[in-house]
């Protein structure tokens, strides 16, 4: 069985409150749970979260709530209070509250992705960076793969380079959407941060650093996340509002 947890935690240091930031007509975590809804692959859907202004629209709306503690240092950390709760679920994924245009058809072909490879422990989503800018954006995570879809390095620098300007570098884009086994995720979390994982302020640095296979599934789009007041004026624009 496969669970999608939604970490939402309303201290957001650039955007406070952002769970519940209205775009379109509805709170921006309903918007990503209408979309995990969408998946076909998925029995179960919980907002993982500590605070009960965010439960009670998510009670509003149908949503499963797990409360967890307050002083998690991520969401990976709040996603797995509640995995270690769950009783039958394999597979886990972990869709962060701030991916209103999250694929449910992505969110597929991950939990496909552990069904086929029963030895994976850990897979993300990545797509082409097409603009310079967004290749030299420091916000904008990026990933190299080698040629069997694992992850060699993730970084916010603009990797991999192109030493002699020939235009052959094809960057990719990390996104923030995770599915993990549930026995992995509760032996990521009791790692300590590792020192690139500092470095680079990164915690899938973590995973590989312990030697873990990440496998990047590559989609053709791109999603755009909601870090801003401004970032959600754009996700209103782009969903005809």
Not at 114 to 134: C, G, N, Y
Not at 135 to 159: C, Q, T
């Amino acid at each position: 069985m496969a669970t999608i947890l939604i970490p939402a935690r309303w201290a957001s240091t650039r955007f406070p409150g952002k769970p519940l930031a209205i775009i379109a007509g509805k709170p921006l975590i309903q918007l990503v749970w209408e979309n995990c809804a969408r998946s076909k692959s998925a029995s179960r859907i919980i907002i993982a979260t500590d605070d009960m202004r965010i439960a009670e629209a998510a009670f509003d709306f149908g949503a499963e709530v797990a409360l967890t503690r307050a002083d998690h240092p991520s969401g990976t950390d709040r996603a797995a209070e509640v995995a270690a709760l769950l009783k039958r679920e394999r597979v886990l994924v972990n869709v962060q509250g701030d991916e209103p245009f999250v694929q449910p058809q992505l969110i597929d072909r991950l939990i496909h992705e552990f069904e086929s490879d029963r030895r994976l422990e850990m897979a993300t989503a990545a797509s082409p960076i097409h603009e310079p800018a967004e290749f030299l954006d420091p916000n904008i995570v990026k990933v190299v793969v080698n040629r069997a879809g694992n992850a060699m390095y993730f970084s916010r620098a603009p990797i991999p380079v192109d030493r002699d300007g020939e235009g052959s570098s094809t960057g990719l884009r990390h996104h923030g959407i995770y599915a993990y086994t549930k026995k992995f995720l509760l032996q990521f979390v009791s790692w300590k941060p590792t020192a690139l994982e500092k470095s680079e302020k990164l915690e899938q640095l973590r995973a590989l650093e312990h030697g873990t296979t990440i496998r990047v599934l590559k989609t053709k789009h791109s999603s755009l996340g909601v870090d801003t007041a401004e970032q959600a004026d754009a996700a209103a624009r782009l969903l005809g509002h």
